[in-house]
């Protein structure tokens, strides 16, 4: 610890910012060690949008040779997410205990098992073992991958490191979209077990890849492993300055949360206590944490994303679309809208910060859901099928999913894995993301039935009414933390005269 008559020559976290290598309105330089790491822990968050893209075809060829009844056809889409709730609520502790490292190892190795299972699944309860299984590890990886990369990430570039995983879920959705248009010529009972199959290549890649990866260096800290912190560091900053500056932020953390980083309690800290400061006592800054991640993650799933992509070949069927090679046309599109839109998202989020695109991307989505919402209407109470209600459909569909990719679908990992302090963020994480999962499960569980009864004209209109009051609740609860790093963050959620009073605190001892 600093003594007394060292601490007139500490700067503060805003001149430490300005003069940070890498800061400013020049922009920051990407260390290329620091984006091969985040590319790395990103690519696993392809398991989920490979196969959320591939399920939606292969869940018609499942239909057909299992001879499933729509009610299993729901159970089956919704048990990968209803089972990461499995995953995500676990990770939080094990990443705590075993280090972010090899969590991205297990989440890996739990999908590829779930994978390997649906490939070679003779009946349908053995199908769902396997979607059981890589629920599991999907749950894993959803918080794993944007921690991880938090983590490691300097400020002025992380919101566009952190997206990485969004981007990855939707090149795995269009991937999987491709391989059911290249496979749908196959025999139906064995089309889609290849389908299925083929996400045992990404889970393999992915457990080898993490060989190249370090530990995050915040981990390190928490575990009094300062060195090994510091050389982390030195690897993923542009500058030895830079990752001094770095470690002496996130050393002083640690330290406002366990006492000495070097003391026997921090050696042997493995996340306990962590659930009681955030459920049973939180402080007011921490509540507001939760709301704005656990709200966050909410509406990300509320929306239907995931529902419309998977079911969005039922839609266009209703719509009068029924040749599956141009149904999963159709889905290509979509995906090429897509991943184009969130690599826009990932690209200029660090530039325009996070809510002026979260904002847009849910006012879009409301108005692009009441746009699907009006061409089904007339879709489903007209014999003729107006060609523009069927064109209206298709584009309102790309243009809901292509507004979710500029706000919702990458900000939510962004903002949930750097808003919480050092020592709650990998279990704060995983508590949002574990809301995350469960309302995608009970989305997706639900989709066609509720349709059924108020045909799916009715579910978007639905659906867009919850987008406008996600847009309202993000103007009133998300602020802004571009350029902020992650131990600046926590100061956005004190109570206003506090934090000016920290300042004033902060002022006087320079």
Known sequence: ???????????????????????????????????????????NSILLGYDIGVMSGAV????????????????LVGALNVFSLVGSLASGKTSDYIGRRY????????????????GLAPSFAFLMAGRIIAGIGVGYSLMISPV???????????????????????????LGYIVNYALASLPPH??????????????????????????????????????????VLVKTSNTTEEAELRLEEITKAALSNNGSPDSAQQNSWRGQGVWKDLLLRPSRPI???????IGMNFFMQASGN???????????????????????GVNVIMGLAKTSFVLFSALYLDRFGRRPLLLVGSAGMAISLAGLGLGSKFLDHSDSRPSWAIVLSIVAVCADVSFFSLGLGPITWVYSSEIYPLRLRAQGTSLAISVNRLVSGVVSMSFLSISKKITFGGMFFVLSGIMVVATVFFYVFIPETKGKTLEEIGALFEDKDKKNDKEGREMAVV
């Not at 938090?150 to 995983?165: K, N, Q, V, W, Y």
């Not at 045992?200 to 260096?217: Q, R, W």
């Not at 509540?287 to 991640?293: C, D, E, K, W």
């Open 190 to 231: 064995i089309n889609w077990r290849i389908m299925l199959g083929l996400a045992t290549i990404p889970s393999i890649v992915i457990a080898l890849g993490v060989i190249a990866m370090p530990e995050s260096p915040r981990w390190l800290v928490m575990q009094g492993r300062v060195d090994q912190a510091k050389e």
């Open 103 to 118: 969590t991205i190892v297990l989440a890996a190795s739990t999908f590829l098992i779930g994978a390997l299972l649906m």
């Open 1 to 43: 610890m600093a003594n007394t008559d060292e601490v007139t020559e500490v700067a503060s976290p805003e001149e430490h910012k300005r003069s940070e290598p890498g800061f400013g309105h020049v922009g920051a330089r990407l260390n290329k060690f620091t984006l091969l790491c985040a590319l790395l822990a990103s690519t």
């Open 306 to 328: 995931d529902a419309v992509i998977y079911y969005c070949p039922e839609v266009f069927k209703a719509a009068g679309i029924h040749n599956k090679k141009e149904l999963f």
């Open 60 to 75: 018609l060829y499942i239909k057909e040779n299992l001879k499933i009844t729509s009610v299993e056809e729901e159970i």
């Open 287 to 293: 509540r507001r944490m939760l709301i704005s991640s």
């Open 148 to 174: 991880y990369t938090a983590e490691i990430s300097p400020a002025m570039c992380r919101g566009f490191l952190t997206s990485l995983p969004e981007f990855f879920i939707t090149f795995g959705i269009l």
